[in-house]
């Protein structure tokens, strides 16, 4: 029988279970980072979770700190407007070497992007093959190992669409502030309840805690605060669905290397006050998750 290209992660015994009804994979204890304000940025796929990392990553250097974004997604594209290309991804240097970890160095899997934001794109495992928990843990390993994360202010994680198992969840076990984008319509709060769900469940075991809710593509945002009240959230920014943000992505660009308008300008400070607000620190949030009808009941016009 040929051997499986691919390592499983494997079952380790626990005192503590991990969140009721959760079978989420565990963090290894040793793995933990420590010293940086860590981020885990969530929400429906397509709702610009990367455009909002990226940005905010390239606020956060605006203001002088020392940003490294780990894109978990094995689309590998997270970074690409901070870097100008599609970077190899830990899973594929990892490859590379049979696994062998030790043969690593740091340029083989860390790019530097816009203003001296560190990049990494942890990828995935092939499809129908493994976890994407365990890739998000061998990332945070080698960035230890190879100690890129003592002198990092700010981590921020990029996280793949809904959370449904374990491996979308594994970045909030090294996360102080989860944050969930998401736009003004069903689809994308309906998605977002159940992000704040996953979040609960990894708070009983872990220091991660809801951070707050940034609205994007959307001119308003009633139905967006109005269930933020209704299930205990605060929203803490607002990106309207503007072309400049559209033609960033397609130049390959943060909207910080964009030409000069008093619409970018305006997108520029909320991010830049976003970045300032989240260094300062939010109060946590403990937020109560609707059950699906009782939401698919409250969202709408009457």
């Known amino acids: 029988m040929s051997q499986t290209p691919f390592p499983l992660p494997v079952k380790v015994e626990h005192r503590v279970p991990d969140g009721e009804g959760s ?3 565990q ?8 010293g940086a304000k ?13 455009t909002t990392s990226s940005n905010l990553s390239a606020a956060f250097s605006k203001l002088g700190k020392r940003v490294l974004q780990i894109g978990c997604d094995p689309k590998h594209d997270s970074t690409f407007t901070l870097t100008k290309k599609l970077v190899p991804t830990v899973i594929d240097v990892l490859e590379s070497v049979e696994f062998h970890s030790e043969e690593l160095r740091a340029d083989d899997f860390v790019y530097e992007g816009y203003n001296g934001v560190m990049c990494v794109e942890a990828g995935g495992p092939p499809a129908g093959t493994g976890c994407g928990g365990y890739v998000v ?10 100690h890129l994360l003592e002198d990092t202010d700010v981590v921020i994680f990029d996280v793949l669409g809904d959370v449904v198992c ?7 076990q090294h996360a102080d502030r989860a944050l969930v984008v998401t736009a003004n319509d069903f689809d994308s709060i309906f998605a977002m309840n159940r992000i704040v769900a996953a979040i609960g469940a990894k708070s ?3 220091k991660v805690r809801m951070g707050g809710v940034i609205a994007n593509r959307s001119a308003g945002t009633d139905q967006i605060d109005g269930f933020n ?8 920014a607002h990106f309207p669905d503007l072309d400049v943000i559209r033609r960033s992505r ?3 660009s943060t909207l910080f290397e964009m030409e000069e308008s008093p619409e970018l300008e305006a997108v520029q400070s909320e991010y830049l006050r976003l970045a300032q607000q989240l260094w300062d620190g939010t109060d946590p949030l403990t937020a109560q998750p609707m059950k699906d009808r009782d939401i698919f009941d409250f969202l709408g016009f009457d």
Do not use: C, W
């Not at 963090?27 to 420590?34: F, G, V």
């Not at 374990?166 to 909030?172: E, R, V």
């Not at 009240?229 to 803490?236: H, Q, T, V, Y």
């Open 23 to 25: 079978v989420q994979v």
């Open 27 to 34: 963090m290894d204890p040793n793995d933990k980072i420590d």
């Open 38 to 50: 860590v981020f885990a940025v969530y929400g429906k796929g397509g709702i610009g979770k990367s």
């Open 137 to 146: 843990g061998q990332t945070v390993k080698l960035l230890k190992q190879h």
């Open 166 to 172: 374990g491996g979308f969840a594994a970045p909030l």
């Open 204 to 206: 009983k075991n872990y």
């Open 229 to 236: 009240e209704a299930i205990g959230l605060n929203r803490i």
């Open 250 to 252: 397609l130049k390959k």
